[in-house]
């Protein structure tokens, strides 16, 4: 499926809790699907150690090939959250306190706000904030670049107060059918199908359980009715297999 | 934390249903603990999408800064698995049937052997195989690049199979501390350790549950005496703070 002509988008994960095993990442997942809804497709997530290195080359790799680059993690007040310095790094700006940052934390923190908090405040100098409804300190975005807290809740909070700003496209829609077929039997008939609905993505993905084995073919694509078209060929292949393959579901 | 002088990987995730968020990604995890182990951190990941140039792309700038590059994902006999076609581009080599992954293929699946499925012995020449005791079309590994399935039951046996043949280092350990303090008020202390202990990477992670709000403190490194003086340290600044912070866990 080609999106030359609509906006895509790019993640940077920044954090070695996710590199050591730690932490699962969750947050790719949700920014794919919430992207998703608003025709915006996620293009590539590279997940990067807490270094500035790693950060500006991920940062600047990404921000010229996709219409926004996300990040996640590294924006509290700890030295190991370097993600502002960081991408002030990537754009060549100086980091900077931003006064209307500093007038939020202010009003958090009151007598609590440490010189550690009022780091939170620093940004990319012409940075505008994005809005932390959970826990005060925001985001921010420089160019194309928007960054995120990584702590899930927070994040996506965050999430929500940008999306309407984002010139998205016709949403993603899927359609998947999972049949009792395995892969192998189905790939030729499979192939034809999808050079026959260029337009649309099809994924194949096997899966076996308690002795079963099958498969899972999804459809993606903007358009609602050629999805269908490309479903009906979907089950037509599959009912022409006779007993050696049933739909078992079909569903988005 | 340096790893200058051991081995490292990366990790190149490939797959559509990543990327729409369809599928959460388990394998990212599971490698980065199972290295951890032998003492190879996973330094980055990216996820890519089923399209040749991101495979070539990110397999060629991964491996040459990492001992190792992983790959999961697109190995099957479907049109969306092209990732043996990709790496045998990215490393300017033939892609060849194997005749060994034939063999394995013939007798797993006799007279079902499928032109579609034969494709899963086509590897890169010079290839050698990786063992999957699971449903038997094999990974590969070529130069520094070890190819394995996406399905993480699969992927887990043939990471199990290629691990002792790693060189890996004195295993990353890691020792924990959750307490009742705030990171901001702890932040400068934090800071001061960590520069007192630059061989141990000390990661902050605040969390909140049920109204209280706490940070985990996480020391890593391969010594295990100085991350429990690390630990002793993390301890005596918590206490320091008196009613403000308590300790309230120390694990692994």
Redesign the interface.
């Known amino acids: 499926m080609s999106d030359s002509e609509g906006s895509t988008a790019g993640l940077v994960i920044i954090g070695?809790?996710?590199?050591?095993?730690?932490?699962?990442?969750?947050n790719?997942?949700?920014?794919?699907?919430r992207l998703?809804t608003i025709g915006i497709?996620?293009?590539?997530?590279?997940?990067?150690?807490?270094e500035d290195w790693?950060i500006v080359e991920a940062v600047e790799a990404l921000r010229l090939r996709c219409t926004y680059v996300f990040t996640t993690g590294g924006i509290?007040?700890?030295?190991?959250?370097i993600t502002a310095a960081s991408i002030a790094a990537a754009f060549g700006l100086p980091l900077e306190r931003d006064a209307e940052a500093e007038r939020i934390l202010r009003a958090h923190?009151g007598t609590?706000l440490?010189?550690?908090?009022l780091?939170m405040a620093e940004m990319p100098r012409g940075a505008t904030l994005i809005e932390n409804p959970v826990?005060a300190a925001p985001g921010f975005r420089i160019g194309n670049v928007l960054v995120l807290a990584g702590?899930p809740k927070i994040m996506q909070a965050m999430l929500e107060s940008v999306l309407p700003g984002l010139s998205g496209g016709p949403p993603?829609l899927?359609r998947a059918i999972s049949a009792a077929a395995r892969?192998?039997?189905?790939?030729?008939a499979?192939?034809a199908i999808?050079d026959r609905w260029p337009a649309v993505?099809?994924?194949?993905?096997?899966?076996?359980r308690g002795g079963l084995v099958g498969t899972t073919l999804?459809a993606?694509g903007t358009d609602r009715a050629v999805l269908e078209a490309v479903v009906t060929d979907l089950c037509a292949m599959i009912d022409g297999m006779g007993l050696d393959a049933t739909i078992l579901e079909r569903g988005a």
Not at 183 to 188: Q, T
Request: no cysteine.
């Open positions: 070695n809790e996710i590199l050591s095993g730690r932490t699962q990442d969750t790719a997942r949700t920014l794919a699907q998703g497709p996620l293009r590539e997530v590279r997940i990067v150690p807490d790693a509290g007040p700890t030295h190991d959250d923190y609590d440490t010189e550690a908090r780091k826990s702590v993603l899927s892969e192998g039997d189905i790939a030729a499979l192939s999808q993505e099809i994924g194949s993905y096997p899966w076996a999804v993606r």
